[in-house]
């Protein structure tokens, strides 16, 4: 089972750009497929994007479509969210979380909460307007 620890997340202005990072251990984690999630004050959890197993494959909400993107770098056991032109409605706690069925990569299929079966403990977002 692989533990995933997210980093990077702050105060930051509407339209600026901020990457946060997702580190695993344990876990064969480029047989992982990995998402990213988010949960603002008062809401249910949401989807934001996912990452197949090599980085080349990747889905994403249609809310951070074209200012969102994920990659990865297996040799760092590492996610990276790359978020550009801010919204104040982009502020939340952002989750990396692993696909509870790993050698799949079911990149495409996934997006709901319960298809992930390990998290981070989050790191929080917050855009000033």
């Known amino acids: 089972q692989v533990q995933l620890v997210e980093s990077g997340g702050g105060l930051v202005q509407a339209g600026s750009s901020l990457t946060i990072s997702c580190a695993a251990s344990?876990?064969?984690?480029?047989?992982?497929?990995i998402g990213w999630l988010r949960q603002a004050p008062g809401q249910e959890r949401e989807f934001v994007a996912v990452v197949g197993w090599n980085g080349a494959n990747a889905k994403y909400a249609d809310s951070v479509k074209g200012r969102f993107s994920v990659s990865r770098d297996n040799a760092k056991s590492t996610v990276y969210l790359h978020m550009n032109s801010l919204k104040s409605e982009d502020t939340a706690v952002y989750y990396c979380?692993?696909?509870?069925?790993?050698?799949?990569?079911?990149?495409?299929?996934?997006?709901?909460?319960?298809?992930?079966?390990?998290w981070g403990e989050g790191t929080q977002i917050t855009v000033s307007s």
């Open positions: 344990g876990g064969t984690f480029n047989r992982y497929t």
């Open positions: 979380a692993a696909d509870r069925r790993p050698y799949t990569n079911r990149w495409s299929f996934i997006s709901n909460i319960t298809d992930f079966g390990s």
